[in-house]
């Protein structure tokens, strides 16, 4: 079966026919083998459109509950856990993390404020004492985070915490709660949201998985698994070097789903918080958290990123489209999720196959292109 043979599915208004067609012209090219994306505007589905195949021989076709690793988009769900927990009043911004987390408070991070660790400026890339290989041993990175000096003082210098932002994360969290991040997302994000995308899987999910596929080539990951000079390999030092991202243990670790769910909880935040009379967010912690944090050149890509609380704002490096106040995140090789609160839309794109790109890229950006010249 030729390329632009593979099966498109789903639905799309027909205002946003050009969507389709370059879903079209995406699959034709050769470059995907499975994907999907999704468009709600004022909280409404207007694209839900999926196509290709499930798998690498290209035999099993996706499906309308097809998931697969989403990468980094998944550090804005990460971020989003511990927003929500400062609308509750469970946590503050300015407080010191060690307030939660009192183990975190050694090693000179004792003052290191919640706002810093959220907005990437921690000045904790590298969890050095966490053996290499050791990610899936419960408490090991989190042990070796509250043990890591920061490598510069903390809010002095910009860069993207690659690995360590989703354990960061997910143990302030599980100190202030109790409750493990997963459980904290499924119950008060995924579930009333209806949304499709889960920080790690439950044994129900597994089977919905396409395969995800490596390449060769794409810039993040050879600075993870083979460059041994970047500061990507030392920060992922904890990933099992042979790990191809379809392993059960990466799937109950990482985030995964579909564009559908990930447009959904973008759709929440493209209206200020609240989906179909369920607030995700606090408003006005929402409003504080894409404001810019710094904008500048990321110590560990050496890209130039425009970061607010946990949410990339529009700059060279993710382009997403003409919405000056929009917001989201990219993942590695290609996925992305973002929302234009000016026009209450959101958008979200997630490939099985890895795309050799450092930023948004030409299939991601061919669709964004697509929807605004959709909506004028």
Same mark, same amino acid.
């Given at each position: 079966?030729?390329?632009?043979?593979?099966?498109?599915?789903?639905?799309?208004?027909?205002?946003?026919?050009?969507?389709?067609?370059?879903?079209?012209?995406?699959?034709?090219?050769?470059?995907?083998?499975?994907?999907?994306?999704?468009?709600?505007?004022?909280?409404?589905?207007?694209?839900?459109?999926?196509?290709?195949?499930?798998?690498?021989?290209?035999?099993?076709?996706?499906?309308?509950?097809?998931?697969?690793?989403?990468?980094?988009?998944?550090?804005?769900?990460?971020?989003?856990?511990?927003?929500?927990?400062?609308?509750?009043?469970?946590?503050?911004?300015?407080?010191?993390? +060690?307030?939660? $987390? =009192?183990?975190?408070? @050694? !090693?000179?991070?004792?003052?290191?404020?919640?706002?810093? /660790?959220?907005?990437? *400026?921690?000045?904790?890339?590298?969890?050095?004492?966490?053996?290499?290989?050791?990610?899936?041993?419960?408490?090991?990175?989190?042990?070796?985070?509250?043990?890591? +000096?920061?490598? $510069? =003082?903390?809010?002095? @210098? !910009?860069?993207?915490?690659?690995?360590?932002?989703?354990? /960061?994360?997910?143990? *302030?969290?599980?100190?202030?709660?109790?409750?493990?991040?997963?459980?904290?997302?499924?119950?008060?994000?995924?579930?009333?949201?209806?949304?499709?995308?889960?920080?790690?899987?439950?044994?129900?999910?597994?089977?919905?998985?396409?395969?995800?596929?490596?390449?060769?080539?794409?810039?993040?990951?050879?600075?993870?698994?083979?460059?041994?000079?970047?500061?990507?390999?030392?920060?992922?030092?904890?990933?099992?070097?042979?790990?191809?991202?379809?392993?059960?243990?990466?799937?109950?670790?990482?985030?995964?789903?579909?564009?559908?769910?990930?447009?959904?909880?973008?759709?929440?935040?493209?209206?200020?918080?609240?989906?179909?009379?369920?607030?995700?967010?606090?408003?006005?912690?929402?409003?504080?958290?894409?404001?810019?944090?710094?904008?500048?050149?990321?110590?560990?890509?050496?890209?130039?990123?425009?970061?607010?609380?946990?949410?990339?704002?529009?700059?060279?490096?993710?382009?997403?489209?003409?919405?000056?106040?929009?917001?989201?995140?990219?993942?590695?090789?290609?996925?992305?999720?973002?929302?234009?609160?000016?026009?209450?839309?959101?958008?979200?794109?997630?490939?099985?196959?890895?795309?050799?790109?450092?930023?948004?890229?030409?299939?991601?950006?061919?669709?964004?292109?697509?929807?605004?010249?959709?909506?004028?």
């Amino acid at each position: 079966m030729k390329a632009g043979d593979a099966p498109i599915d789903g639905i799309c208004d027909p205002a946003f026919e050009p969507v389709r067609q370059a879903l079209q012209a995406n699959m034709a090219s050769g470059d995907e083998v499975g994907c999907a994306v999704a468009v709600m505007v004022d909280g409404q589905p207007v694209v839900d459109l999926w196509a290709g195949w499930r798998d690498r021989a290209r035999t099993l076709p996706w499906q309308r509950h097809t998931i697969t690793d989403m990468k980094s988009v998944g550090k804005s769900v990460f971020a989003l856990c511990v927003l929500r927990l400062v609308g509750q009043g469970a946590v503050e911004l300015d407080a010191p993390v +060690a307030r939660y $987390w =009192p183990a975190f408070g @050694q !090693a000179g991070k004792q003052d290191l404020s919640v706002r810093l /660790l959220l907005g990437h *400026l921690a000045g904790l890339p590298f969890p050095d004492r966490a053996p290499p290989g050791s990610l899936y041993q419960p408490g090991v990175v989190a042990r070796a985070l509250e043990e890591q +000096a920061p490598e $510069w =003082p903390p809010g002095t @210098q !910009a860069c993207y915490h690659s690995f360590t932002y989703p354990p /960061l994360c997910a143990e *302030l969290v599980r100190q202030a709660t109790g409750r493990s991040i997963h459980d904290v997302q499924r119950d008060e994000i995924a579930t009333p949201l209806g949304a499709e995308y889960w920080l790690g899987l439950e044994d129900a999910q597994m089977d919905l998985c396409a395969d995800y596929i490596e390449t060769p080539g794409t810039p993040s990951l050879e600075g993870m698994k083979r460059n041994t000079e970047s500061p990507l390999h030392r920060a992922w030092r904890p990933l099992p070097r042979d790990e191809d991202y379809n392993s059960t243990a990466w799937r109950r670790y990482a985030g995964h789903g579909n564009a559908r769910g990930m447009a959904r909880i973008y759709a929440a935040l493209a209206a200020g918080g609240r989906l179909e009379g369920y607030e995700v967010v606090d408003p006005a912690v929402l409003a504080e958290a894409v404001e810019g944090s710094w904008n500048g050149m990321d110590f560990m890509t050496q890209r130039p990123f425009a970061m607010g609380l946990g949410f990339m704002r529009a700059g060279p490096a993710f382009s997403i489209g003409p919405g000056p106040r929009s917001f989201g995140h990219p993942g590695m090789g290609g996925p992305i999720a973002f929302a234009d609160p000016d026009r209450r839309l959101s958008f979200s794109y997630v490939p099985n196959r890895m795309h050799p790109i450092a930023n948004t890229g030409p299939l991601a950006g061919a669709l964004i292109d697509a929807v605004y010249r959709s909506i004028g």
